[in-house]
């Protein structure tokens, strides 16, 4: 049972760059969420999908896209990377009721 | 205003010993949900503990028990007899309502276990 799985742990990437994050759950949650965390800011939301074929904005969503492929798929764009995005993101699934978000291992981006 | 304060950027506890991570809330909502999350030097994050408004009795998992006291909004996190493997930072954070966007984490306490 992996619970929520994340690729690619490490990335770097070059000013301008393009990638997606990968995001998989096996716990058949409705709910999706993408965070970063920077250094002493806690964690801050990109983008959320409640369920399959909605997504919404959160709190930080300038400079990245996402896709909510199927119940289990979400994925997250950067189109063109810029340093202000180096960041640890962590994908998490919600569960219904309590609410509680099971995350993923977290990937280390460095954009330079 | 914050939504989440954790006013303890690190502590210190012996080994054995209970510690307490204090963490306040600010919400209007009749229904949230508290939640506690631990996050070792590794980097990922552990789900701990949940606290629903409606509860009556504190929650507790374990080692871990919530301390919750609704009239202060205050929620928090009592680790009884400490282990070496406790040394994390530790989030604090609260589901307000049913909105899925609206789940809010704190800054996190750094606790450092000796031995």
């Known amino acids: 049972n992996a619970g929520v799985t994340q690729t690619p742990k490490f990335q770097v990437l070059k000013t301008g760059q393009s990638m997606t994050l990968q995001c998989a759950q096996d716990m058949n949650h409705n709910s999706m969420y993408w965070y970063r965390q920077d250094p002493g800011m806690g964690l801050r939301l990109i983008y959320y999908s409640a369920s399959e074929g909605t997504t919404d904005k959160g709190e930080v969503p300038n400079g990245y896209n996402v896709s909510r492929l199927n119940k289990r798929e979400f994925s997250l764009r950067l189109e063109s990377a810029a340093p202000s995005q180096t960041s640890v993101y962590f994908c998490?699934?919600?569960?219904?009721?309590?609410?509680?978000?099971?995350f993923g291992e977290g990937s280390r981006l460095t954009v330079l | 205003a914050q939504k989440i304060t954790q006013t303890q950027p690190g502590m210190f506890v012996q080994e054995k010993e209970a510690v307490t991570l204090d963490c306040t809330y600010d919400?209007?909502?009749?229904?949230?949900?508290l939640f506690w999350y631990k996050q070792p030097s590794s980097g990922e994050m552990i789900f701990l503990i949940y606290q629903g408004s409606y509860d009556q009795q504190n929650a507790t998992e374990g080692r871990y028990s919530l301390n919750f006291q609704k009239a202060r909004k205050s929620a928090n996190l009592v680790i009884s007899a400490s282990q070496l493997g406790d040394s994390a930072m530790y989030f604090c954070?609260?589901?307000?309502?049913?909105?899925?966007?609206?789940?809010?984490f704190g800054s996190g306490t750094k606790l450092n276990v000796k031995p």
């Open positions: 954070a609260m589901r307000e309502g049913s909105n899925f966007n609206k789940f809010y």
């Open positions: 998490a699934a919600g569960r219904l009721g309590t609410g509680e978000l099971f």
């Open positions: 919400t209007s909502d009749p229904s949230y949900g």
